[in-house]
């Protein structure tokens, strides 16, 4: 009987670290930017979304689409590759600017990536998944609503601003992007720091790691004895003077 015991809570303990939740949990916040549109903050993280807020929509984003954005956060540990890739979508290129950097160590928690995908066709609806990478682990801090590419052009880039709050050891981060087609929900390009060296190397941090030092404060104190002290001070010569000449 207590073998078996033994073995039941053994079996509980192996389901419950199966399922456990990972340590390294991460939290960041982002928005969308094409044309002249400008999307809501969205939350990415390692917990999935209420399932009311799943089931709703805003400014007219697909329920499927913003569920998408705010499911739980993907981890990938190997570089992934589109699967019978086609030539039917690329992406031309994607690159980063840095904003800010509140400690001055050279590691910043607020970037932007613009993304230029495009397209045989003279239009199509994708969505991406943006991960940071570091050791070969990347995890996902962005999943874009549904976005409109036309045929080749450079005017339809989509910028996505970000501020990664918390998971993000100062470090060197490489991004990853990963494009798919709306309709198949097909994995249909992929670009890295491997093919684009904007993505490669980048100085990041999350903001609970940026310490702002402040100098303490030094209070002077100045005394000053007034009128009557310096008075007193500029007589002394005299009075040495005085008490020398009585002596002779």
Sequence with gaps: MKRLLLIGLASLTLTTDLYAKPAD?????????????????????TSAAPKEALETSKNGVPATSQA????????????????NARSDFWIYDAWVEFYGDED???????????????????????????????NE???????????????????DNLVVESELLTGFTPGDYEVL??????????????I???????LY??????????????????????????????????LLPFLFRHKWISKR
């Design 25 to 45: 949990d991460w939290e960041v916040t982002s928005f969308e930017q094409q044309f002249d549109n400008t999307s809501e903050i969205v939350y990415k993280n």
């Design 177 to 190: 992007i990963e494009l798919y087609d709306e309709y198949s929900n097909e994995l249909v390009a992929v």
């Design 104 to 134: 001055g160590d050279g590691f910043y928690s607020h970037f932007a990536v613009s993304l230029d995908a495009d397209t045989y066709f003279s239009e199509a609806q994708v969505y991406a998944r943006l991960y940071l990478g570091k």
């Design 68 to 83: 998408r954005q705010i499911a739980e956060a993907r981890t990938l540990d190997i570089r992934p590759e589109a699967k």
């Design 201 to 234: 190397l980048l100085s990041l941090e999350s903001s609970n790691y940026e310490e702002v030092y402040e100098e303490p404060s030094v209070i002077i104190v100045t005394e000053h004895g007034g009128s009557i002290g310096w008075w007193v001070l500029s």
């Design 137 to 155: 682990l990347f995890k996902e801090y962005h999943t874009t609503s549904t976005f409109t590419i036309y045929g080749d052009s450079s005017a």
């Design 192 to 198: 890295d720091g491997y093919n684009d060296g904007d």
